[in-house]
């Protein structure tokens, strides 16, 4: 399993106020995310909005390998309405990677 995270930092669209920029980006991923969910290679995902500066947010995509990513998920028919959807924000994103995970983990529950 690979983790892959991608940061945005949102900058007003058009005519949107503040609140429907962060309103309209967490629409895109709520759509976009049918297409994660059907992917198999998708093994899990989060969205998350910074607290300090709202307009950041990082969405943390669990893939099954890089390869499942870049070549499964892409070229499956599930990519174009997932692409669709988030378009309007690719010009926002700061960092898109791919990371392996290392044994420094704790979980004390959730």
């Not at 990513?69 to 070229?75: E, I």
Request: net charge negative.
């Amino acid at each position: 399993m690979i983790v892959e995270y991608i940061r945005y930092k949102l900058n007003k669209l058009a005519e949107d106020s503040h609140e429907s920029l962060l309103s309209n980006f967490e629409a895109a991923y709520r759509a976009a995310s049918s297409s994660l969910d059907a992917s198999p290679h998708c093994l899990g995902y989060e969205l998350s909005r910074c607290v300090e500066e709202q307009d950041r947010y990082i969405l943390r995509i669990e893939w099954d390998s890089v390869e499942g990513h870049l070549t499964g998920f892409r070229r499956a028919p599930e990519f174009a309405p997932f692409l669709a959807a988030i378009r309007p924000y690719i010009g926002q994103i700061e960092e898109m990677q791919h990371y392996a995970l290392t044994p420094i983990v704790a979980s004390k529950g959730k």
